[in-house]
């Protein structure tokens, strides 16, 4: 059974960083790409970018290149994203989906930028 | 990039009722997709490349367009439809979603 497990919720002041996981199982974490989706307090789905976990390449949507950094561990089946410099605007969940056809999604972590 | 407009925002069916979501996009593309999100819940595809409805999506959905023009249609709504709907289209490397359909049922 294919599951993505992510991390758990996360607290950032302004300013600093945070990196979420997104723990994949149930398939060959190499043969899929991986997505990541924001989804800010009720509002709509935002492509953030994709990485693939075999080569390590990247792209991001044009909005998120500054923001946001996709990388992946192999060994652990594992794919993160760290989002810098956080403002408010990055209050949001944040969620993994696997492959282009986003056939598999993780259950979200809410993070939440706070002073 | 292609900028996807969904209407209506927001919409209450009856129970057997066909409702109609429509999806435009600001160019012509190949393909639309459409995924479902309950509130609290991750989305889930739900009808891919257009027409094609996901593993274990009921058969009163369906899927149509073409070009800068789309559609997500079910035939006799059921409460357990009650969700939002986003269509989301790629192109040129990048992936797209509309802003999302509210459906309530009545």
């Known amino acids: 059974e294919v599951q993505l497990q992510q991390s758990g919720p996360e607290v950032g002041r302004p300013g600093s960083s945070v990196k979420i996981s997104c723990k994949a199982s149930?398939?060959?974490?190499?043969?899929?790409?991986m997505n990541w989706v924001k989804q800010s307090p009720g509002q709509g789905l935002e492509w953030i970018g994709w990485?693939?976990?075999?080569?390590?390449?990247?792209d991001y949507a044009e909005k998120f290149k500054k923001k946001a950094t996709l990388t992946a561990d192999t060994s652990s089946s594992t794919a993160y994203i760290q989002l810098s410099s956080l403002t408010s605007e990055d209050t949001a969940t944040y969620f993994c989906a696997r492959d282009a056809g986003f056939d598999y999604w993780g259950q979200g972590v809410m993070v939440t930028v706070s002073s | 990039e292609i900028v996807l407009t969904q209407s209506p925002t927001t919409m209450a069916a009856s129970p057997g009722e066909k409702v109609t979501i429509t999806c435009r996009a600001s160019s012509s593309v190949s393909y639309m997709h459409w995924y479902q999100q309950k509130p609290g819940a991750s989305p889930k595809p739900w009808i891919y490349?257009?027409?094609k409805l996901a593993s274990g999506v009921p058969n009163r959905f369906s899927g149509s367009g073409s070009g800068t023009s789309y559609s997500l249609t079910i035939s006799s709504m059921e409460t357990e439809d009650t969700a939002t709907y986003y269509c989301?289209?790629?192109?040129?490397?990048?992936?797209?979603f509309g802003s999302g359909t509210k459906l309530e049922i009545k």
């Open positions: 149930g398939y060959t974490f190499t043969d899929y790409v």
């Open positions: 990485i693939d976990p075999e080569y390590g390449s990247t």
């Open positions: 490349d257009t027409s």
């Open positions: 989301q289209q790629w192109s040129s490397n990048s992936f797209t």
